[in-house]
């Protein structure tokens, strides 16, 4: 046996190269419930502590910050990510005409948003006359809000060329348009916390 079919023989390779059905049972329900939860602690975190973050933002500017308006997207991620739970509890009422994500999908991109709303918290605190501490926590959480939203695309796999267009249009797109905004944020606050860690001056007073 050859070194590449050793591997097109592997678990791995057939994880990755065979679709998979949606979870029968209680995931059906659990997955999206899990994720509707998450989305809720983020907009709570943001209703209690987002009224900093464009202070923060605007204190801390760097020469690759995007502009203001490019933070809209979030109104587009958030009603995206609900209709995504919607129809994915739609799935337990016609499963053939819906799909549900994986439950470890939905169980990743819950840890993703809670800790979005923990970054909420953290992001504000910078606004203080020592934002370091709470600058390295918001990091810290927005990281982790990345690889696992990152790690919720990949176990889901809606990049496969054969996943239907059910599948695509939505879970596959809304969970990678929400992922893919995470990595420019964390790049973004990584940023911030090693411009004020090494004092730099690449930062404005003002946006």
């Not at 059906?28 to 899990?34: H, K, Q, S």
């Amino acid at each position: 046996m050859t070194a590449v079919q050793s591997v097109q023989h592997s678990a791995a390779y057939k994880w990755l190269m065979e679709d998979s059905d949606s979870f029968v049972g209680w995931e059906n329900v659990g997955g999206p419930v899990v994720l509707l939860i998450g989305l809720g602690l983020s907009i709570l975190g943001n209703w209690l502590y987002g009224g900093m973050i464009g202070d923060v933002s605007c204190r801390f500017r760097l020469s690759y910050s995007p502009r203001n308006g490019a933070f809209g997207i979030w109104g587009l991620v958030y009603p995206y990510m609900f209709a995504s739970v919607f129809f994915q509890f739609m799935h337990s009422f016609d499963s053939n005409s819906f799909y549900v994500a994986r439950f470890w999908s939905n169980l990743l991109l819950f840890v993703a948003w809670t800790a979005s709303g923990a970054w909420t918290f953290f992001f504000g605190s910078g606004d203080s006359p020592n934002p370091e501490v709470g600058l390295g926590f918001a990091t810290f959480f927005l990281l982790l809000a990345a690889i696992t939203a990152l790690s919720a695309v990949f176990v889901e796999q809606g990049f496969r060329a054969d996943a239907s267009w059910t599948r695509i249009l939505t879970v596959s797109i809304p969970f990678s348009l929400y992922a893919g905004w995470l990595i420019v944020a964390a790049s973004i606050n990584v940023g911030i916390f090693v411009t004020i860690s090494l004092n730099s001056t690449d930062t404005t007073a003002l946006c």
